[in-house]
């Protein structure tokens, strides 16, 4: 069974930094894609920081510049950083794997970030 642990979440003033880590465990297929999403209250979940096998990574345009994504193959792990929040950064973020042979996502239940002062 596949679980998605996050950590890393709290209260952030603004200007600050985060650091949110996601493990994996469970794991027994390739993955194509590991990253983080967020969802503000009564947003969509949209997509903060996504890597890819091979190494490519994206963000989503509001974080662009701010956020730094890394992975630990050896830990199934996935690593985000972001710097200067803002309070629209604030959300529940949520740990994200796609599989590379399978039709189907896997979710954690997420870790609140908010940003306030």
């Known amino acids: 069974q596949v679980q998605l642990v996050e950590s890393g979440g709290g209260l952030v003033q603004p200007g600050g930094s985060l650091s949110l880590s996601c493990t994996a465990s469970g794991i027994t297929f390739k993955i194509y894609a590991m990253g983080w999403y967020r969802q503000a209250p009564g947003n969509q979940r949209e997509k903060v920081a996504v890597w890819f096998d091979g190494g490519q990574t994206i963000f989503g345009n509001s974080v662009k510049g701010r956020c730094t994504i890394s992975r630990d193959n050896s830990k199934n792990s996935v690593n985000l950083q972001m710097n200067n929040l803002k309070p629209e950064d604030t959300g529940v973020y949520y740990c994200?794997?796609?599989?590379?042979?399978?039709?189907?996502?896997?979710w954690g239940k997420g870790t609140p970030v908010n940003v306030s002062s």
């Open positions: 994200n794997v796609v599989p590379a042979m399978e039709l189907t996502q896997y």
